[in-house]
């Protein structure tokens, strides 16, 4: 027992506060893509002709969201959740006899609870995580420029894999009637209904590449994102000069790449023929401009008295991500599929759920923290991960 500490979850004054508000901020932001697909599906999620876009106004907020939201506040979420493992593992080191072992409980518990989630909603990122956090374990001694550069080469196959993705659609000769679906199961289902010879093992590779291409978007930047989290990039340790600079450069280089892929395909009319390649663009400037966005976050955690009310609210939401997160779920599934099926919903509509829930869970993270230690799913995880009671209340 020498040199180990009482076992547990950390307590507050060890918590990082730039990595809480980048959390409150990415788990936020990304409700904004989400919640379309909560309504109308895959399909809209990349295609904005496909549902929802009918006035001036929803084309605007769905060219915003392609630009500025999409991939980009995901990317922030799976860069923190590769810092997160190092970090439990860094502290679980010296509080506990058996800290891989530990993770690794961890991650199948997440990993059940991504399981769970998917029933709800098919959009769950929590199964990537639970399984990318088992090689970030195998590969956690590399250094950090190490487990960067392996991280981007992962990130980067997903280009040549959206390649043989169009590649596979454009020989096919299959119509997509116009419609531009994204890959995933409504591709599936509609090379099914085709007729095509092979349809049901091309709606198999199809789905199949799809699902490669998430996991290695989401596997390259949990790795990247522990690299930098050693780096100390993710804790603000850096000079601001250096987080200024990567927010200009990042964010300078990585959002006309989205604007472009946004021309890209609405020239090609969001036709097959531009399904799968009017895509890269953007996912070749998702790093940068996520790290972009992380450097502003971080200068802005850096600003006394800046926006302090806004920021104390953010930093609870993100100390209660997890709990957000499933939240901002059922909400969806509960008003935008159940209450509101039977009405129309176009973006704008979509948006002004976004800013409901926003409001509700800036009110309601600081409001439970204020009482409690930790967010309601954060703690049955712990009790789980310990397999022991942890005191909730304050």
Known sequence: ????????????????TSLDLIRGV?????LLMNAVSFRYGLAPYLNLSAGGTVTGLDWAVGIFGEIFIDQKFMALFSLLFGAGILLFIERAERRERRPILLNLWRNALLLGIGVLHSLLWDGDVL?????????????RKLPAKGLIAVGAAIFLFSIPN???????????????AGLWEPPGQETA????????????ELADAMFGLTILGYF???????????GLYRLGFMNGSMAARTYRLTAAIGLGFGLPLAAASVVITHLGDYSREVAFTGQIPNTLGTVPAALGLMSLIILWNQCDGMGAWLKRRLLAAGRMALTNYLSQTVLGALILTVLLGGVEVNRSGILLFCLAVWALQLWWSPAWLSRFRFGPAEWLWRVATYRRGQPLRR
Do not use: K
């Not at 027992?1 to 990082?16: D, F, H, K, Y």
């Not at 509609?190 to 092979?198: H, I, S, V």
């Open 1 to 16: 027992m020498t040199g180990i500490q009482s076992s547990g979850p950390v307590g507050e004054s060890a918590r990082i």
């Open 26 to 30: 990415a788990v936020l932001g990304i």
């Open 127 to 139: 199964v990537v995580y639970a399984l990318s956090a088992v090689l970030l374990i195998v590969l």
């Open 162 to 176: 959206s390649l043989l993705m169009q590649y596979i659609a454009d020989t096919t000769g299959v119509s997509l």
């Open 189 to 200: 289902r509609m090379l099914w209904r085709t007729g095509a010879a092979g349809a049901q």
């Open 216 to 226: 290695a978007r989401g596997l390259g930047l949990i790795l990247m994102g522990a």
